[in-house]
């Protein structure tokens, strides 16, 4: 266990805007910032930080709590875990007694296989820098303008044609159904396992931790016919979650205020040996919802860097569309005809690549103008008028009327079309157009925001009243001071009565309440929910005697009657169900003087 003295020097040096924003791209708004749920997908930004309260908290989904809450969440560490990596992140130096024993993360089942992972990955790395058997895989990489500390970076690494993985982990004493369940190896149909990847470069694939969970391997001769073999889906490793680079490109990604999507691995790596640190790439042929989302949470502005050649120009094409309801504010980077990113830094050197890269920006518009031209003969009459008709198409979802007129104005100095013409041409598409395309999303892979409608249950007059006055009690200690000298007093609610007696231990210990500091008083996750949520209530003001004695006296003389009435009501119910008349007469006389009983109280 951590003392409690450590982790409030922690905590007070610790500024919980700084750790989540690292994680969630938050902008301000009014006192507090704002970013999507790093817990769920939303459309409508519901996450909140509050910099002053030092907590953050979800109106979608619930989630709350302070700067530890939101690593145990997110991360799924444990308590002790949490404030470790607080500290490390901030730069607290910590006894090594602590870090020995809360840097394991322990709690998560998972993390045995990113061990294999990590330790194949070592293994790997070390065959490709420091062996003979690996020297012509080294010398490839080499050959295609990769330094030494690039390779070193992504922990580039090569697998043999001998079988090394199995006996390496025997010798380590892993478990045969570990093995299995790691995604390394491939089983035959005796059960043996063999090596999955064989004669091919490494190159690991990590999560957005910065944990190795999958690996994928590239030919660099002509021994096998797939260019790329992928690790399969493993308990770790969900290749439509994970995007290469991320957990390196993340920070860059935040400070440039966008991210490079690349085609592959190569063209990643390249950017990055050139300076450009914000690429990443996904794992499959188009970005799926989840990994959107990742974007979205760190930025607002995605460039597509495709290959120059039609099957690139292709892929761009199909891209923008899938991404066209992705909220995301698109662009394009487009490469030289026939000229991928990573041949473009090979033949004119990093420093060129760099500014190319800067400068060779374009809008979805822009590039959608030129991708329309391919296979169309614009000499031909025909053809101009299609050309000209789908662009019109595509200047007809604009809803900025300054961008029409700059296309319009493009179009119309480009082929010598009278301006008014385009204008009456626009306007048809535009009665005919009252709906936009959507891109089917049922099979979950295309890009789609979807809105997280949170469900308000109704609160009760009584409830509201624990709610408030606990609340008043937390914060003002005149307030809890006079609660604790009344006779007999407890909550209704057994959540409300839950945190009075929380915080009754916590005053032993501090003299004035900090919400972010009684949270770690809170071990159930319902309780911290509640207690975040009745503290991000817009409560206004200071309180009054009157306040005070109105909530005690639905609490302590309403409720009784409330709870009595329900019930009654309830065998009521029951007994005309049954047909009993006599109980029913009985019950009815007991539920009159029960609301007369209440009528008195309400009026006093």
Known sequence: MIPETVIENVRSQTNVLDVISAFVHLKKSGNNYFGLCPFQAEKTPSFSVSEDKQIFHCFSCG???NVFKFLMDLQGLSFPEAVVKVAEMQGIELSKDYLSKNTGHVNNGNQELIKLHEDASKLYHHILMNTEIGEPSLKYLQARGLTKSTIEYYQLGFAPKNKILEEFFKQKNISTDLLRKSGLFAENDAGNLKDR?????????KNNNGSIVAFS?????????????NSPETDIFNKRKVLFNFSNAKDEIRKQYSVILFEGFMDVISAFQSGVKNGIASMGTSLTNDQVYQIKRHTKHLYICYDGDAP??????????LLQNSQLKLGVIQMPKGVDPDEYRKQYGEQRFLEYINSAKESPVSFEMQYLKLNRNLNNEQDLAAYIDDILKIIATMSKPIEREIYLNHLSEQFGIDKNTLVIQLNKIDSFSNQKIIVDNSNNQNISSTTTTTKHRQISKVESAERMLLYRMLHDHDVWIKIMGIDGFNFVHEPYQMLFLLAQGYFTEHDEFEISAFTDFIKEDNLQKLMIDIEVTNILGTSSTKEIDDYVNIIMN??????????????F????????????????IEIIGLKKKQQLIDKD
């Open 63 to 65: 989630r709350g709590g």
């Open 312 to 321: 690139g120009q292709n892929a761009i094409n199909r891209a923008l569309k």
């Open 197 to 205: 990847f064989f004669n091919r470069i490494i190159f690991p694939i």
């Open 217 to 229: 391997g590239r030919v660099f001769d002509e021994d096998n016919q797939a260019k790329y073999l």
């Open 558 to 571: 309403q409720a009784p009657i409330d709870i009595k009435l329900k019930s009654k009501k309830d065998e």
């Open 573 to 588: 119910k029951e007994a005309t169900r049954l047909g009993d008349i006599d109980r029913q007469t009985q019950l009815a």
